[in-house]
Nanobody, 115 residues
């Protein structure tokens, strides 16, 4: 089994920054991708960004230029640096471990952006 744990959420003012962490553990493969998603109250979960095992990244248009996904010094930790946050970014942020045999989700971390 693979465990995924997000951290780093909190309350921040509009225009501020937060850095979310995603740590995967357990029976992970040597190669896997990581995705970040979010879900605001009353809305469906939406895709934000993906980091492929080969280092390539992709971003959803709403966060391109403001959010950066990158891997830490250890492979099992991936970050989402979020800058210039807006009240519309308020949501629970989820990390997803993505592999051929299957995916695993974390429980999420709350991000609240005040105006």
């Amino acid at each position: 089994q693979v465990q995924v744990v997000e951290s780093g959420g909190g309350l921040v003012q509009s225009g501020g920054s937060l850095k979310l962490s995603c740590e995967v553990s357990g029976r992970t493969l040597s190669a896997y991708d990581i995705g970040w998603y979010r879900q605001a109250p009353g809305k469906e979960r939406e895709y934000l960004a993906r980091l492929w095992d080969n280092g390539l990244t992709q971003y959803e248009n709403a966060v391109k230029g403001r959010f950066t996904i990158f891997r830490g010094t250890t492979k099992n930790v991936v970050y989402l640096q979020m800058n210039n946050l807006k009240p519309g970014d308020t949501a629970v942020y989820y990390c997803k471990y993505i592999s051929r045999p299957g995916d695993a989700w974390g429980r999420g971390t709350q991000v609240t952006v005040s105006s």
